[in-house]
Antibody
Framework: QLQLQESGPGLVKPSETLSLTCNVS??????????WGWIRQPPGKGLEWIGS???????YYNPSLKSRVTISVDMSKSQFSLKLSSVTAADTSVYYC??????????????WGQGSLVTVSS | QSVLTQPPSVSAPPGQKVTISCSGS????????VSWYQQLPRAAPKLLIY???KRPSGIPGRFSGSKSGTSATLGITGLQTGDEADYYC???????????FGGGTKVTVL
């Protein structure tokens, strides 16, 4: 059973960079079939796709966040990471990492991490 | 405001059926596959339906999905108290070049 686990600071100051890592169990991250994505959910609100990365390192981002987002992958550590710069209180959310099977999300996000709450506050 | 429109809430007694609509446009639902997710309280979303009407292994047949034009529908039959959750639709938007979700629908079992 595939497992994903987010990790990172739970509190980030305004204007700083939010950094999260998603550990993927086994060698799943090396698969040429799947993509790895980040989704966030502000408290009490809906889901927002942030961006995704393929095993080759190719990335694509939500245009609304593109100028502030970087997603990278580290095969040797079986993990992929999210960096979101210049954060404000509006970036306070639960951040999820998840797997999907096509570039246009055709197969949906089939495996999710448990989520990591990140609060932006001074 | 979400790109995909869902009703905020639906409800029905145990054993009954509910349907949740998800309305979009030709740039998203009209030309891409739709997925549905269940989010139980204080839990991560769970994939219920993918490619409009397919169920992942382990998802009961009580859950069904359909799509017509620029709208999609999730159906839940034989409603159980354990089905109380938020449900989200999602798809790709070709104009935005982004994954998009509905605002979510809260299902209440009366």
């Amino acid at each position: 059973q595939l497992q994903l686990q987010e990790s990172g600071p739970g509190l980030v100051k305004p204007s700083e960079t939010l950094s999260l890592t998603c550990n993927v169990s086994g060698d799943a991250i090396r698969s040429t079939t799947y993509y790895w994505g980040w989704i966030r959910q502000p408290p009490g609100k809906g889901l927002e796709w942030i961006g995704s990365i393929y095993y080759s390192g190719s990335t694509y981002y939500n245009p609304s966040l593109k100028s502030r987002v970087t997603i990278s992958v580290d095969m040797s550590k079986s993990q992929f990471s999210l960096k979101l710069s210049s954060v404000t209180a509006a970036d306070t959310s639960v951040y999820y990492c998840a797997r999907h099977s096509s570039g246009h999300l055709n197969g949906g996000f089939d495996y999710w991490g448990q989520g990591s709450l990140v609060t932006v506050s001074s | 405001q979400s790109v995909l429109t869902q009703p905020p809430s639906v409800s029905a007694p145990p054993g009954q059926k509910v349907t949740i609509s998800c309305s979009g446009s030709s740039s998203n639902i009209g030309n891409n596959y739709v997925s549905w997710y269940q989010q139980l309280p204080r839990a991560a979303p769970k994939l219920l339906i993918y490619e409009n009407n397919k169920r992942p292994s382990g998802i009961p047949g009580r859950f069904s999905g359909s799509k017509s034009g620029t709208s999609a529908t999730l159906g839940i039959t034989g409603l159980q108290t354990g089905d109380e959750a938020d449900y989200y639709c999602g798809t790709w938007d070709s104009s935005l070049s982004a994954g998009v979700f509905g605002g979510g629908t809260k299902v209440t079992v009366l």
